[in-house]
């Protein structure tokens, strides 16, 4: 009985290997979204290339007015133009590729390329919230310990704000990149997406996911859940704290209803797109890829619009770039 046992032991192991031989592992990629358009898909080039010129210009003068004048070096500024850094690099990754690819049907990505794409965008999109709570804590400094502002804001006492949240950042980030790398893709290679996202490649893979969805879910319960409850709870403190002094709520108004408005506008948009992955009854598929694109993208647009017409100081400026600008075009050259 013993031989027999044997024999088909190596039987059993010579089948499930010639199973995996047969097995095709997809390292190639398509990138298929919006496909349902069909003929009409190349007109997306159009809204999707305004979108990506709004976002160069907008946040490249705001990063240029920061940066020039010398007047805008504080905290604050140097905030949001570490806002409009983040906004002008995703649009950078992704967007020409998208564009490529409803011109000239370019959709072809390798895993790795693949791979390297999401750690970035997911990496640079994970400071968009990141960067909220460190200007929810410098308007709580600026308005609840006034006196105490400078000091608390200077970058050596600072940093025990930022160190552990990029840290937190990167480690959460590489996680899910790691284990979607690790996945076997034997089933199809066409991923439903404009751009490498998490969740549109997990799909493709064969065998449990649980794990991958799993640190997906944590990762959005750490980072954006977890920012916008701690930057919410310190505007109640903040509002709170102008009310209880008999304060003039004014100004606290002016200098903390723009963050708001960015933060709203940035958690609608974040859970609309998570929940169309989520919820798929009904839902064709290129509205999630909308969603999950505009969750990227659209931020980048709004930002830095919204920064420089609310912050009087940053607008100024602004126009008086603007103004130089048409004053050289106009004069004469001898």
């Known amino acids: 009985m013993a031989p027999k046992t044997g024999s088909g032991n190596i039987t059993k192991r010579s089948n499930e290997e010639g199973r995996m031989e047969n097995v095709s592992l997809h390292t190639h990629f398509v990138l298929d979204g919006f496909s349902e358009l069909g003929v009409l898909r190349p007109v997306l080039f159009i809204p999707f290339f305004i979108m990506f010129v709004v976002a160069l210009s907008a946040n490249s003068m705001l990063l240029y007015v920061v940066i020039s004048q ?7 500024y140097i905030l949001i133009a570490g806002m409009a850094c983040v906004d002008l690099s995703v649009p950078l990754v992704i967007v020409p590729n ?3 690819s409803f011109l000239f049907d370019w959709r072809g990505i390798s895993l790795i390329g693949c791979l390297v794409q999401m750690h970035f965008i997911h990496f640079v999109a994970s400071f968009q919230s990141t960067l909220l709570v460190w200007m929810a804590l410098d308007r709580y400094f600026a308005i609840c310990t ?6 608390r804001m200077a970058l050596p006492r600072f940093l025990k704000f930022i160190i552990p949240l990029v840290v937190r950042n990167v ?10 790398g690790s996945l076997s893709f034997c089933a199809s290679n066409v991923m439903n997406h404009c751009f490498c996202e ?3 490649l997990v799909e493709l893979a064969c065998g449990s996911t649980a794990i991958n969805n799993l640190a997906g879910l944590l990762t959005i319960f750490l980072n954006p859940v977890a920012d916008f409850v701690f930057i919410a709870a310190s505007y109640v403190v903040i509002f709170s704290s102008v009310l209880k002094s008999n304060r ?7 200098t903390c209803i723009t963050h708001i408005v960015v933060i709203t506008v940035s958690l609608t948009i974040a859970l609309v797109a998570f929940l169309s992955y989520r919820i798929r009854n009904g839902l064709p598929a290129a509205i999630r890829v909308f969603f999950s694109t505009m969750y990227v ?35 004469p050259h001898s």
């Open 70 to 76: 010398r007047s805008l070096h504080s905290p604050m």
């Open 198 to 200: 998490h969740m549109a």
């Open 146 to 151: 006034p006196l105490y502002y400078h000091e």
């Open 248 to 254: 003039s709520g004014v100004k606290a108004l002016h």
């Open 98 to 100: 998208m564009l490529l």
């Open 171 to 180: 480690f959460l980030v590489t996680l899910f990149v790691c284990l979607a």
């Open 297 to 331: 993208l659209f931020p980048s647009c709004f930002n830095p619009i919204i920064y420089g017409i609310r912050t009087a100081e940053i607008r100024q400026h602004i126009l008086k770039t603007l103004t130089c600008c048409r004053f050289v075009q106009t004069v």
